[in-house]
């Protein structure tokens, strides 16, 4: 079982930047990837950057360019930096590792970006 605890979302204004965090608790050893995925007003769940343990980057063409994921040193936590932030940019986000073979998905609670015009 792994916990996800994301943190450093808030009220931006557009060209800003934000850096969201997320801690992993729990049985840490078996993650493989771990992501940031968001979900608009009205819209569903949609991918965002994601890194793997060999820290391989996948990027949303929509982000690419601005943000950046990164681990920690510990590999128990992931970070999101957002930069020239649009107000389009404005989601919930949340927090994705995946474990195991089978790829067992777990989520955090998310945190709130809001970017202002």
């Known amino acids: 079982q792994v916990q996800l605890v994301e943190s450093g979302g808030g009220l931006v204004q557009a060209g800003g930047s934000l850096r969201l965090s997320c801690a992993a608790s729990?049985?840490?050893?078996?993650?493989?990837?771990m992501g940031w995925y968001r979900q608009f007003l009205g819209k569903q769940r949609e991918p965002v950057a994601a890194i793997t343990s060999g820290g391989t980057t996948n990027y949303a063409d929509s982000v690419k360019g601005r943000f950046t994921i990164s681990r920690g040193n510990a590999k128990n936590a992931v970070y999101l930096q957002m930069n020239s932030l649009k107000p389009e940019d404005t989601a919930v986000y949340y927090c994705n590792a995946e474990t195991g073979l089978a790829r067992r998905g777990y989520w955090g609670q998310g945190t709130q970006v809001t970017v202002s015009s």
């Open positions: 729990g049985s840490i050893f078996s993650i493989n990837a």
